[in-house]
Structure formats: structure tokens, C-alpha cells
């Protein structure tokens, strides 16, 4: 369980993986390929965030991870997030007893020992 006002970010390699965590938060916000999920509505500014990039502390850790940051910006601002303010139906979704989308699971040319 999240702390009140806390956000879950998970990453969405899949639109059942986006299904799923659909039926957990009522407030999601995706910024493909990231989801962020909440019980209350999210506050998400991509172009702040953007500006965010230059504060020194953050421009000299992502310089320092070899990011471009005229690249991640451009990546931040490419396309409005897609924002959902109610819980997702149940259908199509990844699950512990049936996990449609495990590699090793579903890929029959992969030994599974």
C-alpha cells in the first residue's frame, strides 16, 4: 500500500502491463514508456520537468550518466502523457497465477529448466 499522497512508477514494456496496473490506481498518468499510479490525481507537468533537467544538481548527475539532455527533453516533451482518473476494467491483464507475459513462460523455443 502507498503512503498517502505517494506514487507508484512502474515501466510499461506492454499495454497489458498498462491494463494491469490500471485495475490498482485510480490516477494514472503515462508518460510511455513510465506509468504513475496514485489514489489521488497526479500532478504531472512534462514541461516543468523538462526545465528541471538544468538544475545543477540533476544536469551534473544526468551529464554524468552520459544522458544528452537535448534528447531527453525532446523525449520528455515528444507527446502529452495520457492521464486516467478511474480504475481500469479487468480484462486482458498480467497476473501472478497466469503471467502472460513472461518471456521464459511463453516463448517455446527457450527451455524452461
Request: proline share 12%; aromatic share 10%.
Amino acid at each position: 500500500m502507498l503512503a498517502p499522497g505517494g506514487i507508484a512508477v512502474q515501466w510499461a514494456p506492454t499495454e497489458r502491463t498498462i491494463n494491469t496496473f490500471r485495475t490498482v490506481f485510480p490516477h494514472v498518468v503515462y508518460a510511455a514508456p513510465a506509468l504513475m499510479g496514485s489514489a489521488a490525481p497526479i500532478p504531472y507537468d512534462p514541461a516543468a520537468l523538462a526545465r528541471r533537467t538544468e538544475e545543477p544538481a540533476i544536469r551534473e548527475h544526468l551529464l554524468a550518466a552520459e544522458v544528452n539532455l537535448d534528447d531527453l527533453r525532446t523525449f520528455m516533451l515528444r507527446r502529452p502523457p495520457v492521464v486516467w482518473s478511474e480504475l481500469g476494467p479487468r480484462t486482458d491483464i498480467n497476473s501472478d497465477l497466469w503471467p502472460k507475459d513472461e518471456y521464459w513462460l511463453n516463448n517455446p523455443h527457450v527451455p524452461t529448466y
